[in-house]
């Protein structure tokens, strides 16, 4: 340790690369005092075996003084919008009420899982023993964070003059849609670490993200949101380091021991399987929602998922996976998935924090257009009943509970794929005990792990026990009622038909509609 | 799925930073296609995608930093190499 | 964008989220960080038992003996969330950045004597692997805390840790010419010198506590609050004349957080003292426990640096720990 030896001042230059393992990657050291594994106490409980942290690759080589660079430069860009958004009163220049809806089930749905996310990638980054692994995930949980923070402070704005918007996080423990997000989130955290990177980073951030962001911000730029347009690709640019991230720890897994891809292989089974369940409620948004469509679920599920999914199991069928199981069933059920969804929300909607409405006869056609092999035979007569209905002033509303599936727990609204009229329902003893599953897939998922999903918290079973009412206030007696005070719900303002509600009344007299006659103002 | 040609993208925002990256992408990858979609491009290619510093800094003027590219980044697939003269992404490493 | 006469009708329905009207009493116009900090964390319906904590819910209360009726309660006086936070910290790493700039192109290192690089080699590099410890210890009260507002603060400063055992990295790099050769010394001495053998051991106690919170008290009040004083703070006023400006310029940055971070951590410890007679004994109990232990672990470091006033810092900075516990509000030791 001759200082004047090592002392040389203005020496070579370092590469990206070079400069950032010298500041990182020797960080760590291994433990002498303590046992390593009492101090990453966690990398047993899967059976995982990793051999040697240093072959952990890093995806993007962000220290810290750039990263804290870059994103505030992002964020700069980003909270200008939402002032000049706020300011002009950027609300009104959507290009219909009805859009809002969609914001309403991203923010109850998606906002509070970013939370989860935020505090899941802190586990992830105390608990991988790599300073590499760990400190992608360490900016991983603070990048979630951020977007849970943008996302309130440009929904803040929606929130002072739409209903549904405004308690967010008590719905998402509470509202029973709202358990298939939660669900899945809590499913992910409650598990072992790699578990836990391959459900989130992998599974949900590479393979399924893009189905979120990409056609749902170009929907909101079309549908003249600008504030959502600029927090999503936002996030977005964050996300992108969050994709690398998942594509490169799970080759550093499957590189590390070959006896890893067979525990790898059932967590995508799984977490695909899982991560597709909760997008049928994106289905619902583009296909439906949107008052201006960009693309049909059918076409982002096979640009997003069968072409570009199929390109990354393509590059990892060397490390012996394949395609996660039941794929296959998703391409075939592209076809109905959104009108199915979309139809249980319209029988519901009694009990949801959103707008629903019939399509009108511009949607159907776009619809028809889009699901050729579907809409007319299936579809079309079913929404042109409910108009009939409704003109006649019959509205047609489920009273009664959805089973759930106890493993997704979407409600069995599902039908078989070769018979549109039956629905889909398996089922499964566990210790004398008869458990209700939507798919084949939600029942292989339960078998594996059927000690977990037995103590799933599923809202329908919750309603009828009398637990879901609001702590301090008395019980109604109503069950129904004292469940949507529960869910903080208002009824006649956040749930039931578009038309008719406050928002559209609010949204009429704003944009200056209603003193038009009707027939102009639709 | 050995049917599917893998295809490697990278999304980028509709603004003026993006402009010449996606020339320069256009340049340096002949067989890329370039959709324009609501506030953003999305640029596919078959395999491979590498944008170029080089080519970035000429249709610029100007010195450009590569690591900037994470402010317009919507989204990409492939494996990720980059350095700080290029970022290349690509299938079978 | 149509801005018309008569937007001035378009009364908003609600000025707030119903959680913010809630904790702070009333629906009116609420700041940016009082919407996107509190009350965030999932509370009810937890579906699964964590595998890796089969005992408890993912987020509970009884992951650390401090009780607190209301855990949201820990407000960060300088009121972070994410954009303020990282805007304050680019123009932290904005000055740091021209500073280590203008010491790299005029070869300022070179001005240092023998003794200067002696100390930044055997009292400040080894530092970089403290503040990594330091990075994971917040990291686990990030993931394993209760309530957002701590998990929000204690992401931030995990971050800052990373970031400040970075620019420590780069002062090492500038004093080997890249080489990266007196960072391996600075580990080896980490790992094997027998001055930093006690902090070590110390070190990787606090890595397998399961308190968070005690393990937010151990490092970022006991560590910090005597490691800055004794270690960091004769870099930040000029060791040894000549040249120690110049270190004072690469190390100005941990001067800078430290003096924000403690903002934070004081508020914190203040709340959870002033809450209850139980939190106080805790608390007291804890400053009993880990400031004996940390004492003892930096003496040979203070020795270490005896020409530096090494001992005469650190009963000091012992001093200065106890009057600042006075004023949270718990008993020091």
Redesign the interface.
């Given at each position: 340790?001759n200082?004047?030896d090592?002392?040389?001042?203005?020496?070579?230059?370092?590469s990206l690369k070079e400069k950032y393992a010298?500041?990182?990657r020797?960080?760590?050291?291994d433990?002498?005092?303590?046992p390593m594994d009492?101090?990453f106490d966690?990398l047993g409980?899967e059976g995982i075996k990793i051999h040697d942290w240093d072959k952990w690759e890093d995806p993007f080589r962000l220290?810290?003084?750039a990263?804290?660079?870059y994103?505030?430069?992002k964020?700069?860009k980003?909270?200008a919008v939402l002032d000049?958004f706020q300011q002009?009163?950027?609300h009104?220049?959507i290009s219909d009420a009805r859009y809002v809806n969609t914001l309403k089930l991203f923010f109850t749905g998606i906002t509070?899982a970013e939370?989860?996310a935020?505090?899941l990638f802190?586990?992830l980054?105390?608990q991988f023993p790599g300073?590499g692994a760990?400190?992608a995930c360490?900016?991983q949980?603070?990048d979630e964070?951020?977007h849970?923070?943008?996302q309130?402070?440009c929904i803040?704005q929606y929130?002072?003059?739409?209903?549904g918007?405004?308690?967010?996080?008590?719905m998402?423990?509470?509202l029973w849609y709202l358990?298939v997000p939660?669900?899945f989130f809590?499913?992910a955290?409650?598990?072992?670490?790699f578990e836990q990177i391959i459900a989130i980073s992998f599974a949900l951030e590479y393979l399924l993200t893009n189905l979120v962001f990409m056609p749902f911000m170009s929907g909101a730029a079309y549908n003249g949101d600008m504030a959502t347009v600029t927090f999503g690709f936002s996030s977005q640019s964050d996300e992108a380091r969050h994709m690398t991230l998942g594509l490169e720890c799970i080759k550093f897994v499957l590189e590390q021991d070959p006896g890893n891809a067979a525990i790898i292989q059932r967590y995508l089974d799984k977490w695909f399987w899982r991560g597709y369940k909760v997008l049928g409620l994106v289905s619902m948004m583009l296909d439906y929602m949107l008052p201006k469509k960009v693309m049909s679920w059918k076409e982002a599920w096979d640009i997003y998922f069968v072409q570009n999914g199929g390109s990354l199991f393509n590059d990892l069928s060397r490390y012996g996976l394949r395609m996660p199981k039941y794929w296959e069933q998703s391409v075939a059920e592209a076809e109905h998935l959104s009108h199915q969804t979309w139809n249980a929300f319209y029988n519901f909607s009694g009990a949801a924090a959103f707008h629903v409405w019939l399509p009108s006869d511009e949607d159907m056609a776009w619809l028809a257009e889009k699901y050729p092999n579907t809409f007319d035979q299936h579809y079309r007569p079913r929404i042109e009943h409910y108009r009939k209905l409704q003109a006649e002033g019959k509205r047609y509303y489920n009273p009664s509970l959805p089973m759930l599936c106890q493993t997704c727990q979407t409600p069995l609204i599902f039908t078989e794929m070769d018979d549109p009229t039956r629905t889909s329902h398996r089922q499964l003893e566990h210790d004398g005990d008869t458990y209700h599953f939507c798919s084949d897939g939600c029942r292989d998922i339960f078998a594996g792990q059927p000690d977990?999903?037995v103590?799933?918290?599923l809202p329908a079973h919750?309603i009828l026990q009398g637990n879901c009412v609001e702590p301090g206030a008395e019980a109604a007696g109503d069950p129904g009622a004292d469940a949507l005070r529960y869910f903080?719900v208002v009824a006649g303002q956040d749930n039931l038909d578009y038309e008719g509600s406050?928002d559209e009344a609010?949204w009429l007299r704003?944009k200056?509609l209603d003193k038009m006659p009707p027939a102009a103002a639709a | 799925m050995t049917s599917i040609q893998s295809t490697v993208f990278m999304a980028l925002q509709t603004n003026d930073d993006t402009r010449p990256i996606i020339e320069a992408l256009q340049r340096d990858n002949p067989d890329a296609v370039v959709h324009r979609l609501p506030a953003m491009v999305k640029i596919d290619a078959p395999g491979r995608l590498v944008l170029k510093r080089s080519t970035v800094e000429e249709i610029l003027g100007t010195d450009w930093d590569l690591q900037s590219i994470n402010l317009n980044l919507i989204s990409l697939s492939g494996n990720v190499d980059e350095s700080e003269d290029e970022m290349i992404l690509h299938w079978n490493r | 964008?149509?801005?018309e006469i008569?937007?001035a009708s378009?009364d908003?329905?609600?000025?707030?989220?119903?959680?913010t009207a809630r904790r702070f009493g009333a629906d009116k116009p609420a700041s940016?960080y009082q919407?996107?900090s509190f009350?965030?964390?999932?509370?009810?319906?937890?579906?699964?038992?964590?595998?890796?904590d089969p005992q408890r819910d993912?987020?509970d209360r009884r992951r650390t003996a401090i009780e607190m009726r209301d855990w949201d309660d820990f407000r960060d006086p300088r009121q972070y969330?994410?954009?303020t936070y990282?805007?304050n910290?680019?123009r932290?790493?904005?000055a740091?950045?021209k500073n280590f700039e203008f010491v790299?192109r005029h070869?300022?290192?070179?001005t240092l004597n023998?003794g200067q690089?002696?100390d930044i080699?055997t009292l400040l590099l080894p530092l970089?692997?403290l503040?990594?410890a330091a990075?994971?210890n917040n990291?686990?009260i990030?993931?394993?805390c209760f309530g957002?507002p701590m998990?929000?603060g204690?992401?931030?400063t995990?971050?800052?840790r990373?970031?400040i055992?970075?620019?420590l990295?780069?002062i090492g790099?500038?004093?080997?010419?890249?080489?990266?050769?007196?960072?391996?010394?600075a580990?080896a001495r980490?790992?094997d010198d027998p001055a930093w053998q006690p902090l070590?051991?110390l070190t990787?106690?606090s890595?397998?506590q399961k308190d968070w919170f005690e393990i937010f008290f151990a490092q970022n009040l006991v560590l910090d609050g005597l490691i800055h004083p004794l270690l960091y703070a004769p870099f930040h006023s000029g060791v040894g004349d000549a040249g120690g400006a110049y270190l004072a310029m690469l190390t100005e940055f941990i001067k800078d957080w430290s003096a924000d971070n403690q903002k934070w951590v004081d508020a914190c410890l203040k709340i959870a003292a002033a809450e209850s007679p139980v939190n106080r004994a805790r608390l007291s109990a804890w400053t009993t426990a880990w400031k004996a232990q940390a004492l003892d672990a930096l003496a040979p470091l203070a020795q270490r640096a005896a020409h530096l006033d090494g001992p005469e810092r650190l009963a000091a900075a012992s001093r200065a720990l106890d009057q600042r516990i006075a004023k949270l509000g718990f008993d020091a030791a």
């Amino acid at each position: 340790m001759n200082t004047q030896d090592t002392r040389r001042p203005s020496g070579k230059k370092l590469s990206l690369k070079e400069k950032y393992a010298q500041m990182t990657r020797g960080l760590g050291w291994d433990t002498t005092y303590e046992p390593m594994d009492k101090v990453f106490d966690q990398l047993g409980l899967e059976g995982i075996k990793i051999h040697d942290w240093d072959k952990w690759e890093d995806p993007f080589r962000l220290t810290m003084d750039a990263y804290w660079k870059y994103q505030a430069e992002k964020e700069r860009k980003l909270y200008a919008v939402l002032d000049a958004f706020q300011q002009n009163n950027g609300h009104l220049n959507i290009s219909d009420a009805r859009y809002v809806n969609t914001l309403k089930l991203f923010f109850t749905g998606i906002t509070p899982a970013e939370y989860n996310a935020h505090r899941l990638f802190s586990m992830l980054g105390r608990q991988f023993p790599g300073p590499g692994a760990a400190i992608a995930c360490q900016m991983q949980a603070v990048d979630e964070l951020r977007h849970v923070q943008t996302q309130i402070h440009c929904i803040s704005q929606y929130n002072k003059y739409f209903n549904g918007l405004h308690d967010h996080t008590v719905m998402n423990d509470r509202l029973w849609y709202l358990s298939v997000p939660k669900s899945f989130f809590e499913d992910a955290i409650s598990s072992g670490p790699f578990e836990q990177i391959i459900a989130i980073s992998f599974a949900l951030e590479y393979l399924l993200t893009n189905l979120v962001f990409m056609p749902f911000m170009s929907g909101a730029a079309y549908n003249g949101d600008m504030a959502t347009v600029t927090f999503g690709f936002s996030s977005q640019s964050d996300e992108a380091r969050h994709m690398t991230l998942g594509l490169e720890c799970i080759k550093f897994v499957l590189e590390q021991d070959p006896g890893n891809a067979a525990i790898i292989q059932r967590y995508l089974d799984k977490w695909f399987w899982r991560g597709y369940k909760v997008l049928g409620l994106v289905s619902m948004m583009l296909d439906y929602m949107l008052p201006k469509k960009v693309m049909s679920w059918k076409e982002a599920w096979d640009i997003y998922f069968v072409q570009n999914g199929g390109s990354l199991f393509n590059d990892l069928s060397r490390y012996g996976l394949r395609m996660p199981k039941y794929w296959e069933q998703s391409v075939a059920e592209a076809e109905h998935l959104s009108h199915q969804t979309w139809n249980a929300f319209y029988n519901f909607s009694g009990a949801a924090a959103f707008h629903v409405w019939l399509p009108s006869d511009e949607d159907m056609a776009w619809l028809a257009e889009k699901y050729p092999n579907t809409f007319d035979q299936h579809y079309r007569p079913r929404i042109e009943h409910y108009r009939k209905l409704q003109a006649e002033g019959k509205r047609y509303y489920n009273p009664s509970l959805p089973m759930l599936c106890q493993t997704c727990q979407t409600p069995l609204i599902f039908t078989e794929m070769d018979d549109p009229t039956r629905t889909s329902h398996r089922q499964l003893e566990h210790d004398g005990d008869t458990y209700h599953f939507c798919s084949d897939g939600c029942r292989d998922i339960f078998a594996g792990q059927p000690d977990k999903y037995v103590s799933a918290w599923l809202p329908a079973h919750q309603i009828l026990q009398g637990n879901c009412v609001e702590p301090g206030a008395e019980a109604a007696g109503d069950p129904g009622a004292d469940a949507l005070r529960y869910f903080h719900v208002v009824a006649g303002q956040d749930n039931l038909d578009y038309e008719g509600s406050p928002d559209e009344a609010n949204w009429l007299r704003w944009k200056g509609l209603d003193k038009m006659p009707p027939a102009a103002a639709a | 799925m050995t049917s599917i040609q893998s295809t490697v993208f990278m999304a980028l925002q509709t603004n003026d930073d993006t402009r010449p990256i996606i020339e320069a992408l256009q340049r340096d990858n002949p067989d890329a296609v370039v959709h324009r979609l609501p506030a953003m491009v999305k640029i596919d290619a078959p395999g491979r995608l590498v944008l170029k510093r080089s080519t970035v800094e000429e249709i610029l003027g100007t010195d450009w930093d590569l690591q900037s590219i994470n402010l317009n980044l919507i989204s990409l697939s492939g494996n990720v190499d980059e350095s700080e003269d290029e970022m290349i992404l690509h299938w079978n490493r | 964008m149509s801005v018309e006469i008569r937007v001035a009708s378009i009364d908003p329905i609600r000025q707030t989220f119903a959680r913010t009207a809630r904790r702070f009493g009333a629906d009116k116009p609420a700041s940016r960080y009082q919407e996107a900090s509190f009350d965030l964390q999932p509370r009810d319906n937890f579906h699964y038992r964590p595998v890796w904590d089969p005992q408890r819910d993912i987020y509970d209360r009884r992951r650390t003996a401090i009780e607190m009726r209301d855990w949201d309660d820990f407000r960060d006086p300088r009121q972070y969330y994410y954009a303020t936070y990282v805007l304050n910290r680019a123009r932290m790493q904005e000055a740091a950045e021209k500073n280590f700039e203008f010491v790299d192109r005029h070869g300022l290192m070179a001005t240092l004597n023998a003794g200067q690089v002696q100390d930044i080699e055997t009292l400040l590099l080894p530092l970089r692997h403290l503040e990594w410890a330091a990075n994971l210890n917040n990291c686990f009260i990030s993931a394993y805390c209760f309530g957002s507002p701590m998990a929000q603060g204690a992401i931030y400063t995990t971050t800052d840790r990373l970031g400040i055992a970075q620019y420590l990295s780069r002062i090492g790099l500038l004093i080997d010419g890249n080489s990266g050769q007196s960072l391996a010394d600075a580990k080896a001495r980490w790992l094997d010198d027998p001055a930093w053998q006690p902090l070590r051991r110390l070190t990787e106690r606090s890595l397998v506590q399961k308190d968070w919170f005690e393990i937010f008290f151990a490092q970022n009040l006991v560590l910090d609050g005597l490691i800055h004083p004794l270690l960091y703070a004769p870099f930040h006023s000029g060791v040894g004349d000549a040249g120690g400006a110049y270190l004072a310029m690469l190390t100005e940055f941990i001067k800078d957080w430290s003096a924000d971070n403690q903002k934070w951590v004081d508020a914190c410890l203040k709340i959870a003292a002033a809450e209850s007679p139980v939190n106080r004994a805790r608390l007291s109990a804890w400053t009993t426990a880990w400031k004996a232990q940390a004492l003892d672990a930096l003496a040979p470091l203070a020795q270490r640096a005896a020409h530096l006033d090494g001992p005469e810092r650190l009963a000091a900075a012992s001093r200065a720990l106890d009057q600042r516990i006075a004023k949270l509000g718990f008993d020091a030791a």
